[in-house]
């Protein structure tokens, strides 16, 4: 018998197909440390990250996410003109104006869809997944296409020993749609503005060279990664386990846990305070594709379905969180 999750309501929403895109160049920790005071041995001790992709000037974020796009929307069975609606999450969005997620639409030939940018940072893909079932079962949307792209290496500087490290480049990107049973679970939600210092740019963008207080270098990305870590352990696992209970699902049942690849440390760590077992496959994509922000979870779950981790019909808890501080979880469906 397929397994199903608890929601409120008669309509349903699940996930119909799944896509990623990593790029081309893909960049070793020995490339890393030319750049820092470090060692191939700390970083992969220390993140747990033995390489990542770092994109070229021709993988901008449109042309990635469409990349993406194009494999989830093929997966789903499910042509550009039948979308209703898509939603981009980035944090590393140069470009505010025309939305990328317009761009991301017109790239693939979405011309009846709505499109929109959100801003949740680490977390921003389960958000808009979470918006997306929404909209699904209100019945504003049959087919929706969420993306999750980033150039973390735009905003990152490259001499940054604290994070450089841990950031790079992808997209990933997930098609829902209607479904006769449920797919997606409720989402578990929250921001903690109180630590928003804690992961944050140094000075706002006001032009090439400039902040908005003048001539000066770029404002690059920064964070307290002990103070991160800690809070991630303190509130996102709790909000984990809150997830699997809005969706009637016991740990021992869980097929998958494909949380924010955020180091491997930290995976680890929350997997135990889940208590999750040996029947659960966890997601551990940080290790070749590094820290991708809104796009680790999408590609995270690509690579557990394309190494078959997990099959189709298996249910899987999505979990992501960062800068804000904030974070979204649910469980799916896989498809």
């Not at 039948?82 to 470009?95: G, R, T, Y």
């Not at 317009?102 to 958000?127: I, K, T």
């Amino acid at each position: 018998m397929p397994w199903t999750i608890s929601t409120a309501g008669t309509r349903h929403s699940a996930l119909l197909g799944i896509g990623g895109y990593r790029p081309r160049r893909v960049v070793g920790n020995a490339e890393i440390c030319r750049l820092i005071d470090s060692s191939e041995e700390w970083i992969e001790t220390r993140s747990g990250i033995v390489e990542r992709r770092f994109a070229a000037p021709d993988e901008s974020l449109p042309v990635m996410a469409a990349a993406a796009a194009e494999k989830a929307l093929a997966q789903a069975g499910t042509p550009p003109a039948d979308v209703d609606l898509v939603l981009v999450a980035s944090m590393s969005n140069l470009v505010q104006t025309p939305p990328l997620a317009v761009r991301v639409a017109h790239e693939l030939g979405a011309r009846a869809a709505a499109a929109l940018d959100l801003s949740g940072a680490c977390a921003g893909f389960c958000h808009a997944l979470a918006l997306a079932s929404d909209a699904v079962r209100a019945g504003s949307a049959r087919r929706v296409l969420v993306v999750g792209a980033e150039r973390m290496t735009d905003i990152v500087e490259p001499t940054d020993r604290t994070i450089s490290f841990l950031f790079a480049d992808g997209a990933g990107a997930a098609v829902v749609g209607d479904s006769a049973a449920p797919g997606i679970g409720p989402v578990v939600r929250r921001a903690d503005g109180a630590h928003g210092d804690a992961l944050r740019m140094t000075a706002p963008w006001a032009g090439p060279g400039t902040t908005s207080a003048g001539p000066g270098e770029r404002p690059w990305m920064r964070m307290d990664g002990r103070r991160v870590f800690r809070w991630a352990m303190d509130e996102v696992a709790p909000a984990a386990a809150r997830a699997l209970e809005e969706a009637g699902t016991a740990p021992g049942e869980l097929d998958a846990f494909v949380p924010h690849q955020a180091n491997l440390r930290m995976i680890d760590l929350m997997s135990e305070r889940l208590g999750l077992t040996g029947r659960t496959a966890v997601a551990r994509d940080v290790t070749r594709s590094g820290n991708t922000s809104a796009a680790s979870v999408p590609l995270a779950l690509e690579s557990m379905l394309a190494s078959q981790q997990v099959s189709s019909g298996d249910t899987a808890l999505l979990v992501g969180f960062g800068a804000g501080l904030n974070y979204a979880a649910q469980v799916v469906v896989l498809p």
